[in-house]
């Protein structure tokens, strides 16, 4: 079963714009793929999810390219709040049967 | 108002006592989930449910047994507990929509298990 890779981490400075990508090889064909952000000791919380092309809402916009094996999430202008880890989640075709996984998450820490 | 909450925050016992984590939300969704994160923070799904019956139930030891008495409740008990067991659990819950498969899902803020 193909794994759902993150970058481990990725640095960035306040004002900047940050992108994470999600390689997902065996996504199921009609799941969305669904970002999350979380914060240490807290629950992820739900950022944004699409089917294809590009979605955008008041916090990020997510691109899937036609193949749908990855994603990248972008952060416009991120603010030392934005430090977190950011994991992806997608339905993924295991042997003769789908798994919900997680993507291994992404640590962003923004710095002044 | 919490949306999804979960007792107890933190749970400290030995290796070889049962204990349960209880999970409630009040957000009306059919769908309640179990997931996992360990010490490396990778997150991995051990259970769901919908409606009170399960629909996912991946490769986990059977001590780990779930229960949903009722849609808004899905608890979590754990048999002969194990060093390995300790970790961070999350109990998430959302709402099927018709047509793709959506997982927007709103966490607990999670259960730290600490079996010494």
């Known amino acids: 079963l193909a794994k759902t890779t993150q970058p481990i981490s990725m640095d960035s400075y306040e004002g900047q714009e940050v992108n994470i990508t999600c390689s997902h090889n065996n996504i199921a064909t009609n799941d969305y793929i669904t970002w999350y952000q979380q914060f240490p000791s807290q629950g992820p919380r739900f950022i944004i999810q699409g089917y294809k092309t590009k979605v955008t809402n008041e916090v990020a916009s997510l691109f899937i390219p036609a193949d749908r094996k990855s994603s990248t999430l972008s952060l416009p202008r991120v603010s030392l709040s934005d430090t977190a880890v950011y994991y992806c989640?997608?339905?993924?075709w295991g042997t003769g049967f789908q798994k919900l996984v997680f993507g291994t998450g992404t640590r962003l820490l923004v710095s002044p | 108002d919490t949306a999804v909450s979960q007792t107890p925050k933190y749970l400290v016992t030995q290796m070889g006592n049962d204990k349960s984590i209880k999970c409630e939300q009040n957000?009306?969704?059919?769908?309640m989930y179990w997931y996992k994160q360990d010490s490396k923070k990778f997150l991995k799904i051990m259970f769901s449910y919908n409606n009170k019956e399960l629909i996912i139930n991946e490769t986990v030891p059977n001590r780990f047994s779930p229960k949903s008495p009722d849609k808004a409740h899905l608890n979590l008990h754990i048999n002969s507990l194990e060093l390995g067991d300790s970790a961070v659990y999350f109990c998430?819950?959302?709402?099927?929509?018709?047509?793709?498969?959506?997982?927007?899902?709103?966490f607990g803020p999670g259960t730290r298990l600490t079996v010494t």
């Open positions: 998430a819950s959302s709402q099927p929509g018709r047509g793709r498969t959506s997982y927007e899902q709103y």
């Open positions: 989640l997608v339905g993924v």
């Open positions: 957000l009306g969704h059919d769908t």
